[in-house]
């Protein structure tokens, strides 16, 4: 997508500072983090949101949870713990419309979410 902020960031366009990458998935940092470590991770490919997913996704949305897990173990959060976000159109809060997962850790979360 031409005017897509993260398809700019997949394509390079608009650096970030990257954690992981492969030929389905990136991982970079939040600009505005909400922790001491928040990641958002995405697809390469563009999807809009979670709500636009079909069966055909299955194996990429699968990846990005085993990625995640890769990166919660090499980031070492992975015994405190941490958690996934997903936030989809407007009552989710979504405000970049390419799919993504925010990874958020080393802090206690809150729950409910605001
Ligand atoms: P959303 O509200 O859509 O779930 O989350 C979008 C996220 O993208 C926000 O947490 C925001 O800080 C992050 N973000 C927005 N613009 C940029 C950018 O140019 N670079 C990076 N690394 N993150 C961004
Ligand atoms: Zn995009």
């Known amino acids: 997508m031409q005017n897509c902020l993260f398809c700019k960031i997949v394509r390079g366009e608009i650096p970030a500072d990257k954690v992981y990458e492969d030929e389905r998935v990136m991982a970079f940092l939040d600009i505005n983090p909400q922790a001491p470590v928040h990641l958002l991770v995405i697809p390469r490919r563009h999807l809009v949101c979670l709500a636009d997913a079909t069966a055909e996704d ?14 919660a173990h090499t ?7 941490f958690r996934v976000v997903n936030n989809c159109n407007e009552d989710g809060g979504q405000e970049v419309e390419h799919i993504h997962y925010h990874v958020l850790a080393g802090r206690r979360m809150q729950w409910p979410p605001g």
Request: net charge negative; proline share 0%.
């Open 75 to 81: 980031h070492g959060f992975a015994d405190a713990g």
């Open 58 to 71: 299955a194996a990429l949305l699968g990846h990005i949870q085993c990625v995640i897990a890769e990166l």
